[in-house]
């Protein structure tokens, strides 16, 4: 709050003020004298601006576009007011008037580094990645240690099946010179680990980013023995994760965030293994699975479900809403889903595991009538909790979140539900499968235009397929004798699903495709 000596008629003391209050983070105050500023001298286009960036944060995008716009009205030669707008405008999807924008500002000013960098994100969310190339390698042509530059075409080459140059500028993501670092390594007296051989050296491997890019990673680490010949691995990870990764072999301990760390010779981030094995498309480890369900969580959840004989298929439609993509990435209503309900013979499960206040939480709950649904979600305790339950499913249908690389990492049926605009780069550009899960995961992309309806209707359609091929397998497995039954079952699956390399599991060739 203002300090008592501020003077309450004075608008740039009150806008200054929310500067230091946004910057430690006490949002709601930062808004108040804000307004309070602006209450004063409407036409403040410096208020104006720091208003439109907070609430565009807040992702209230027509909000702060409207109070932008006002801004650069006011003082349409400050770049940095338009370059917000234009940001503002490419979250708003707005994309024709954000590139031009983007651009009005580099006709007066071509090394305009911030505008430069945006518009490649631009670029590269229409899909014009060559154009956005040029413009990343222009800013990097200005400033060569541009951190957020680096990322961005770091994430582009990785998004285009290019590890050889991605994993190099992926790691500009722990850069301190970025505007936003969301990667912080350990605080410790070790060195980082920078690929050389171990020769018997302990190592520390380090959580970071989202809990799907740790279970993504995580297949990298029984490897290390062997390549690098390490003598003894600790693996840390974030509280959820901690019982699930004790089932990754190769580790020697497995912490969660916050324990004692033991001494050690070297650390690494988890993030950074790809590189330091030097992984490309054709050498990713595609060996499934590498983590396990825990026994005593399987039997708790197959003494939940009924077992009435109908297929079992879980459902999340919803990411953290903190997420930086989410508004595109989420479903925005449960009833979008309503033409997988038309599928007969199938009992639909709610995986959704949100905040108890969040929209998801409550659709979950209590589905609109018509919306067969169970909620289990609330009910999992962790991750290997999780992990437990989707054995005893027969098929997940998932946004992009973390439960579809759990999934995939335990060798599970999941069909993942991509947006158009900020798909991940691990999915690439194109493509139903993945070579991160090869086998497990079915990607559906979402159009450029027209939404979620028509692809929710694609997965209907799939849907009926696969419960009609289902159906059609349990009755043939259902002919034969006792005796070998379950392996029999899982080679006619695969057979079935047009997989010809039933033995890839188990001999672990490399891949040859992207």
Known sequence: MPAPNLPADDPDALNNLANRLKDEQHFEQAESLYRQALALRPEFPQALNNLGNLLRNQGELAAAS??????????????????????????????????????????????????????????????????????????????????DARWNLGLLHLQ?????????????????????????????????????????????????????????FARFIPDLRDRFAAERITLVCKPPLTRLLR????????????????????????????????CTLATLPGRLPYLQAIPADCAKWRQRLPANGRL??????????????DRNRSLPDLSLLAPLWQVEGIDFYSLQKSPPDDS??????????????????AETADFADSAALLGELDLLISVDTAIVHLAGALGRPCW????????????????????????????????????????IGQVAAALRHWQARQLALRRRIGELPEAGLSAFAAVLERLEAGKSD???????????GS
């Open 247 to 278: 089932t990754l072999s190769g580790v020697d301990q497995v912490l969660p965030l916050g324990a004692t760390l033991p001494g050690h010779d070297l650390w690494v981030l988890s993030g950074s293994l790809p590189g330091r094995f030097g």
């Open 360 to 377: 998801a939480t409550f659709q979950a709950s209590a589905p609109p009538p018509g919306q067969p649904l169970i909620h289990l979600g």
């Open 160 to 216: 285009r099946g290019d590890y050889r140059h991605g994993w190099a500028l992926y790691e500009a993501r722990h850069d301190p010179r970025r505007q936003v670092r969301e990667v912080f390594p350990p605080v410790v007296n070790s060195a980082p680990w920078r690929g050389e051989m171990l020769n018997g050296k302990h190592l520390l491997v380090w959580h970071e980013q989202g809990i799907g890019d740790e279970i993504q």
């Open 312 to 325: 079992r298929v879980g459902l999340v439609w919803a990411g953290s809403r903190w997420h930086k993509n």
């Open 502 to 512: 039933i033995t890839q599991r188990s001999s672990n060739p490399p891949l040859s």
């Open 66 to 147: 409207d109070l932008l716009q006002r801004a650069s009205d006011i003082w349409p030669e400050q770049p940095d007011i338009r370059n917000n707008l234009a940001v503002a405008l490419h979250d708003s999807q707005r994309f024709d008037e954000a590139e031009a924008h983007f651009r009005t500002i580099l006709e007066g000013n071509p090394t305009h580094l911030q505008a430069l960098n945006n518009l490649g994100n631009l670029l590269k969310d229409l899909r014009r990645p060559q154009e956005a190339m040029v413009a990343y390698r222009r800013v990097l042509a200005l400033a060569p240690e541009h951190a």
């Open 416 to 455: 993942v539900l991509l947006p158009w605009q900020g798909c991940d780069w691990r999915w690439l550009e194109n493509g139903s499968d993945t070579p991160w899960y090869p086998g497990s995961l079915r990607l559906f992309r979402q159009a450029a235009e027209g939404g979620w309806a028509p692809l």
